[in-house]
């Protein structure tokens, strides 16, 4: 067999161009092949040479043979390589160096993904420089989590954890699928902002040409102004909460999804919209990430049509028959008692998802709008999935007056907002909104016990890097 070897890719600058070259070319003695494919299109090419590219994932010899394996973005192909010059050339090449294969597609029932290739040429884009931190080639990562966090770079590509990483781009293309189909327009807000949005919350801060400003905490107050503008409006982008949590359900900068819209009756309205946002992440899942629901033997969650309610007095009394804890007058939900509802709804209302209702003015923002019939309870939400919050939202305060005396009630000077304020001094219809945490979504989705599993290079009170 003619091997083509080129060990070190820096002895040509046109390396590319000229493994392009030769690969788009017909050889005259194998017979015609095509442009590269993943290893996913693969079955539709029984019987031809193809052209593959990727990572030598694990190197399985035996005595005779030796199966090479491939791994690209779509998945792990196996090479079966029986020529033993190539077998002990390959043998060589540590795992994780990129190979370049031409080869024969056979069917094989017991591979992986029902092929195999064979009568390879193998060619050596880049070598490993040594044996990689993680062993990539397990099906479960066996190295504790801070070593697989601090090897971020290597951890993502075992396909495992590669695949929430598809399920989350494809939930975030789900909500922006399901808000546009509303008419909702995506909007872009700042990240550095010289006032707090949310009264009392810790913040980063930081030196804005000598004065102080602030990470966003959330795009709150833009998207709230933008209700005027363009009536129903969302962002998807990162905020930053300077909270000294170290638990499974917390990060200082997380993704958030967040939606606003004006003209509504109250919540309700704005439950309907979660409803349908949630429901679009998981149908852009179930569409766009389908083999990465069933690598990781993912049970998505139906979304009813109508997720099942309980008023945030009427959740602590169930809490507090059930369990006997004292928690009826608490001004907020335990994480204990989120679980606690999540498996309520499950076994009474056969719901991964309820909302609950009407917390407390004293645990909302300034903005809240209060229920006119109980003015210490909000008219606001949380969205609960699997037991776990992912979800706030609610009806805000729309008329100046009102805001006036809101903030002054908690010992807040107007002055202070006067950017957001000036929105409010010349109409605002009645309007809401809420924000999705995607991390802890895509948690709950793949049932990954930490929040940090589900984040690309998590932020948090002890990680900065990498």
Same mark, same amino acid.
């Given at each position: ?281 998981? *149908?852009?899942? +179930? ?6 629901? !069933? =690598? /990781?033997?993912?049970? @998505?969650?139906? $979304? ?66 209060? *229920?006119?019939? +109980? ?6 939400? !949380? =969205? /609960?999935?699997?037991? @776990?919050?992912? $979800? ?75």
């Amino acid at each position: 067999m003619r091997l083509t070897r080129l060990l070190a890719p820096a002895a040509s600058s046109n390396l590319v161009d000229r493994l392009h070259s030769v690969h788009t070319k017909s050889d005259p003695a194998r017979g015609p092949f095509i442009d590269r494919l993943l290893s996913s299109h693969l079955r539709e090419h029984i019987g031809e040479r193809v052209r593959l590219a990727g990572w030598l994932h694990n190197l399985r010899p035996l005595s005779q043979v030796s199966f090479v394996l491939l791994r690209d973005r779509a998945g792990v192909t196996q090479i079966v390589a029986e020529d033993k010059e190539l077998r002990e050339w390959v043998s060589k090449l540590p795992a994780e160096s990129v190979l370049e294969v031409e080869g024969l597609v056979t069917a094989e029932g017991r591979a992986t993904n029902g092929v195999e290739v064979h009568e390879p040429v193998i060619r050596l884009i880049t070598a490993s420089t040594s044996t990689p931190p993680i062993e990539l080639q397990r099906p479960v990562l066996k190295e504790q989590p801070p070593t697989i966090l601090d090897h971020a770079a290597v951890a993502l590509r075992h396909p495992p954890r590669r695949a929430v990483l598809e399920i989350s781009a494809a939930a975030i293309a789900g909500f922006r699928s399901a808000l546009e189909e509303l008419e909702f327009t995506e909007i872009n807000t700042p990240k550095i902002v010289g006032s707090t949005t949310e009264t009392g919350a810790n913040v980063f801060v930081v030196d804005y040409f000598g004065r102080d400003a602030y990470l966003a905490q959330s795009p709150q107050f833009y998207k709230q102004i933008m209700v005027g503008v363009l009536e129903r409006v969302y962002e998807t982008g990162p905020v930053f909460r300077a909270e000294p949590h170290n638990t499974a359900r917390h990060l200082a900068e997380y993704v958030s999804l967040d939606a606003e819209m004006g003209f509504i009756r109250d919540h309700s309205d704005v439950m309907s919209v979660v409803t349908a946002s949630v429901a679009g992440m998981v *149908d852009g899942i +179930r569409t766009a990430a389908a083999p990465a629901v !069933d =690598l /990781l033997g993912v049970i @998505l969650p139906d $979304v009813p049509d109508i997720i099942p309610e309980l008023d945030f007095e009427a959740a602590q009394q169930l809490i507090e028959d059930a369990t006997g804890e004292s928690v009826v007058g608490e001004p907020d939900l335990a994480p204990s008692h989120e679980r606690w509802l999540g498996e309520w709804a499950q076994r009474e209302r056969e719901s991964d998802f309820v909302f609950v209702t009407g917390y407390p003015m004293s645990k909302r923002p300034f903005y809240t709008y209060p *229920d006119p019939d +109980r003015p210490s309870r909000s008219k606001s939400f !949380d =969205l /609960l999935f699997r037991g @776990l919050e992912i $979800v706030t939202g609610g009806q805000r305060l729309h008329l100046y007056e009102d805001y006036l005396a809101a903030l002054r009630s908690r010992d807040e000077d107007p002055s202070s907002y006067e950017g957001y304020l000036e929105a409010f001094r010349y109409g605002m219809p009645p309007h809401g909104g809420f924000a999705i945490g995607l991390e802890r979504f895509v948690a709950r989705v793949v049932r990954a016990p930490n929040v940090r599993d589900a984040t690309l290079f998590p932020r948090d009170i002890n990680r900065l890097l990498p």
